[in-house]
């Protein structure tokens, strides 16, 4: 594919991801292509995601060189342009990054070359009762160990405004949205609807909505399951509920998920991947749901999720499985599926022959 123009985003506190943006901006001049950064915490601003791409020149690829944080920011300002996203592992527990520091030039010369695969990411949206944004009493109070807050999100103008059905807001979030208590001593209590249908009135410390790639983020944290990132499905995972219900629901793309703050509960700040986005009152609401694009981030081979889960969290055998050894490859390792197991998508050797277990 034709890059022209990339954009950078960068942990600068990591001494490694400023020497791998180093090789990153030498391959771009060799190249002749634009090479722009557009890490948001640069100057301390305050810069919406359409702002930053600006900023860049709009660049079609975006490459971020730092743990799972750095690609959830570079993601949001890739999605905003329609552009790839190629995230460089220098975390510790990261499932989003794709190549390592040292592969970071053979990376971009795949690219370049077109030998790559795309990832289409499933993305939320947002409606609400109302604008978001932190109250300014409380700025100094939430800002407190977080950084610098991003712009109040502005409304999307290519979708109508409804009384009945709420603000469109320009967010897109590809791990989850975050409906949490402010009060240390005070949970949050909310009412949760499911394709428009109460499910419950919960009272929880929050109440989270993840994507299948969010599924190992906060959500795996409060006990969510662990959903394939090629899956289609929004997760709603509840966090330290005072209720005997505390299970996770997985529900179908088409089916949104709704929070509403009740009258008796205190305000709930509502946070997209991470980020404090705005404060609601009791009576507001959020409705989370599918957006209609995908994030587009760059594969180099093919995914081995399930192995990178095993090695991430540390997945240890039980004590009497492995008495009885190392099971041998569930399939055949040498010779090619049978046409019944040809369309599944199965982990492939080097060479691209074989099943790989």
Known sequence: ???????????????????????????????????????????GGRRGAREEVEAAGDPDLVVTLGGDGT????????????????????????FLTEV????????????????????HRMLLALRASRRLEVPEHMEPWVRYGRGPL??????RPDCDVDADWGIPLDVTALNDIVLEKLARDR???VGVYVSGRLLASYSADALLVATPTGSTAYSFAAGGPVVSP??????????????????????????????RVLERSGPAAVSIDGQLRGVLDPGDWIGVYAAP??????????????????????????????ADGSPP???????????????LALLTSPEGSSPLW
């Open 150 to 155: 991003l712009p109040p999100p502005q409304v």
């Open 230 to 259: 090629r899956a289609e499905a929004l997760v709603f995972t509840p966090v330290a509920p005072h209720m005997t219900f505390n299970r996770s629901i997985v529900t179908a793309p088409d089916e949104p998920v709704g929070l």
């Open 71 to 94: 690609f959830l920011r570079g993601a949001r300002l890739a999605a905003k342009n329609d552009a790839l996203v190629l995230g460089v592992d220098l975390g510790r527990v990261g």
């Open 293 to 322: 694009q995908r994030l587009r981030a760059v594969r180099l081979g093919p995914m081995d999720f399930y192995g990178r889960l095993r090695e991430r969290m540390n997945l240890t055998d039980a004590p009497a499985a492995v």
């Open 1 to 43: 594919m034709t890059v022209d123009r990339i954009g950078l985003v960068v942990h600068g506190g990591r001494p490694e991801a400023v020497e791998a943006a180093g090789v990153v901006r030498a391959w771009c001049e060799e190249h002749a292509v634009r090479c722009a950064d557009i890490d948001v915490w640069h100057d």
């Open 100 to 119: 390592s520091a040292a592969d970071v030039r053979e990376a971009l010369d795949a690219v370049r070359e077109d030998r790559l695969r795309i990832d």
């Open 329 to 343: 490859p569930l399939w055949s390792v040498t010779t090619p599926p049978p046409a019944d197991l040809d369309h």
């Open 187 to 189: 949970q949050v209590s």
